[in-house]
């Protein structure tokens, strides 16, 4: 999938999940007579739009990880390989090999 793609079914994406189809108003439906049920004061109107989910995407902050994480998926990653934690290369941000 292409970049390009992916940003056209993430638009259709959130585009056709704010647009209930049949089984969504089924769904807020019965939760409109589930709660209607038991309510307590019965004058009180209970539609089945109340139980319209809204869905927004939400941006998480990217997480800059601490020393602490990782030099733990260092040696997590050393033990998986079996390889003494020393002998790993290591790499620059740059991307050169440190010596």
């Not at 004061?41 to 998480?60: C, Y």
């Amino acid at each position: 999938m292409t970049y390009r793609q992916f940003c056209v079914w993430h638009r259709w994406m959130v585009e056709s999940l704010n647009q209930p189809d049949r089984h969504d108003y089924y769904a807020m439906q019965i939760a409109a007579e589930v709660r209607r049920t038991i309510l307590q004061n019965k004058r009180q109107s209970i539609t089945p739009t109340d139980f319209k989910l809204e869905w927004k995407p939400v941006k998480a902050a990217p997480k800059k990880a601490t020393k602490e994480e990782i030099e733990a998926n260092k040696r997590r990653w050393a033990a998986f390989l079996g390889v003494p934690l020393e002998k790993m290369r290591q790499i620059k941000p740059d991307g050169t090999l440190v010596e």
